[in-house]
């Protein structure tokens, strides 16, 4: 069943929107952010094997990234059914690394999962909830192939700094596709403004910064949103997040939360002109 809200409260909704957002209305995305180059041969993909096609309960699929032989990094929105808001049973979940042209590198099922125990999937929409939006999902088996290297961690990119994204999307859904050349446009309480092109199915994709010799995992796609009719995609940083997430996994435990709201477009007059903010989950 849809939630309703107050106008009361999505004007509220809206201010925190807008609070972080600031930073981008005054930025306009570089010239130099490079288009979508589609990973469909075995050439093109090298180096990205990693990341992977999430299939889930063959309801949908998110963006995921091995960080171990045996641990998958996405958004923890990917864990609940989008209309029920309850969670989903991580056995029904299948990872499918370099997924394309309808054939993998390797198929593993998800043996368990941990979302973030700060991330409210019941919540409005904040920049909290996009801050915490990190899970980790553990494969029954390891994937342990010499074509599959597994993905580092980095520290929280900093404002200016260009990264790359590899994800699946609607449109794009049978082989992955690379940005090498956005940015972050502006970080704020823990989150990050990112001039990255995602879409349905970008959920969970590993966001990259390239500061040493190999490309490492610094954020995942938690949301797409426009803002003025510019188009940016929200993450975080996942440092200090896969820790806890590891620590929440070696103790034995499965963070869930409860259902989501319905809310996806939000609109607000100031100054007798009207100005939107689309926020969604892709």
Not at 102 to 108: F, K, N
Not at 141 to 166: C, D, L, M, S, Y
Not at 184 to 205: E, H, N, P, T
Request: with cysteine; aromatic share 6%; proline share 4%.
């Amino acid at each position: 069943m849809k939630r309703r809200y107050s106008v009361t409260k999505l004007e509220a909704v809206l201010r925190v929107i807008l609070a972080f957002m600031l930073a981008v209305w005054a930025t306009t995305v570089a010239a130099e952010d490079t288009r979508l180059e589609t990973l469909q041969t075995g050439d093109a993909v090298r180096q990205w094997e990693a990341v992977g096609r999430l299939d889930i309960d063959g309801q949908g699929f998110c963006t995921g990234a091995l960080i171990s032989d045996r641990l998958v990094l996405t958004a923890a929105h990917c864990l609940y059914d989008k209309d029920t808001g309850g969670h989903i049973d991580p056995t029904k979940i299948e990872f499918r690394a370099a997924w394309r042209n309808g054939r993998a590198e390797a198929y593993r099922t998800v043996r368990r999962a941990v979302a973030h125990p700060e991330y409210d999937f019941d919540s409005t929409i904040t920049t909290s909830r996009v801050k915490n939006d990190v899970a980790i999902l553990e494969l029954a088996q390891p994937i342990r192939n010499g074509r599959i290297t597994p993905f580092a961690i980095a520290a929280r990119p900093r404002k200016g700094e260009r990264v790359g994204v590899v994800s699946y999307a609607a449109g794009r859904a049978e082989a992955p596709s690379l940005q090498e050349g956005c940015s972050v446009m502006a970080r704020q309480f823990g989150m990050l403004v990112l001039s990255c092109d995602v879409d349905y199915g970008s959920s969970g994709a590993p966001v990259f910064v390239f500061s040493s010799d190999q490309p490492r995992i610094a954020s995942v796609i938690s949301a797409k949103a426009e803002v003025r009719g510019q188009r940016v995609s929200l993450g975080t940083g996942v440092e200090a997040q896969v820790e806890t997430l590891k620590a929440d996994l070696a103790a034995g435990k499965g963070v869930f939360q409860g259902p989501a709201p319905e809310l996806r477009r939000l609109g607000q007059t100031e100054g007798g002109a009207k100005s939107t903010a689309k926020f969604l989950r892709p």
